[in-house]
Antibody, heavy 119, light 110 residues
Framework: EVQLVESGGGLVKPGGSLRLSCAAS????????MNWVRQAPGKGLEWVSS????????YYADSVKGRFTISRDNAKNSLYLQMNSLRAEDTAVYYC????????????WGQGTLVTVSS | SYVLTQPPSVSVAPGQTARITCGGNNIGSKSVHWYQQKPGQAPVLVVYDDSDRPSGIPERFSGSNSGNTATLTISRVEAGDEADYYC?????????????FGTGTKVTVL
């Protein structure tokens, strides 16, 4: 059974940093691209970042480019999101999701971790 | 960047058919995918590649895509179908690459 479990969320002050993790199990993690998607309270889904299976290709939404860094450790079956210079508008539930191609689309999602940016 | 537009809400009686549209410039040339999200839960993929269903998704969920509009159709609607629905494409234009989600549609079962 595919499982994705996010952790690392919490309350942080504007300008602060936070590192999210996503532990994957139930599939060959090193064979799949992975993504982070966020959802602000009461709002829709917003894609944040994507990383290919070998980390060769990385993409970011314009809203986080230069502030967030996606990475992965295939030996640990883990995905990460380093978030710096956080703003109030980064407050959201952050989901990690597995990507399947062609498409591409996101076929499995974690339950999410809440990040709150507030003074 | 590419924009996907959905109606904010759709209301449907049990047993009837709900149609949720997703508008985008020449969206028919792209692969469209649909997600269902119930309150407090993570999104679930219900249709991929315009009209295919993942295993475990009822046949009542179907999709189509042509021209400037993609459509998710839910036949014989049940109370458990009440949720938010999002369409999604991959945008690979010259100045931007990434996932694009629609604005979302709340389906209410009367």
């Amino acid at each position: 059974e595919v499982q994705l479990v996010e952790s690392g969320g919490g309350l942080v002050k504007p300008g602060g940093s936070l590192r999210l993790s996503c532990a994957a199990s139930g599939f060959t993690f090193s064979s799949y691209s992975m993504n982070w998607v966020r959802q602000a309270p009461g709002k829709g889904l917003e894609w944040v970042s994507s990383i290919s299976s070998s980390s060769s290709y990385i993409y970011y939404a314009d809203s986080v480019k230069g502030r967030f860094t996606i990475s992965r450790d295939n030996a640990k079956n883990s995905l990460y999101l380093q978030m710096n210079s956080l703003r109030a508008e980064d407050t959201a539930v952050y989901y990690c999701a597995r990507e399947t191609e062609p498409g591409p689309f996101l076929d499995y999602w974690g339950q999410g971790t809440l990040v709150t940016v507030s003074s | 960047s590419y924009v996907l537009t959905q109606p904010p809400s759709v209301s449907v009686a049990p047993g009837q058919t709900a149609r949720i549209t997703c508008g985008g410039n020449n969206i028919g040339s792209k692969s469209v995918h649909w997600y269902q999200q119930k309150p407090g839960q993570a999104p679930v993929l219900v249709v991929y590649d315009d009209s295919d269903r993942p295993s475990g998704i009822p046949e009542r969920f179907s999709g189509s895509n042509s021209g400037n509009t993609a459509t998710l159709t839910i036949s014989r609607v049940e109370a458990g179908d009440e949720a938010d629905y999002y369409c999604q494409v991959w945008d690979s234009s010259s100045d931007h690459q990434g996932y694009v989600f629609g604005t979302g549609t709340k389906v209410t079962v009367l």
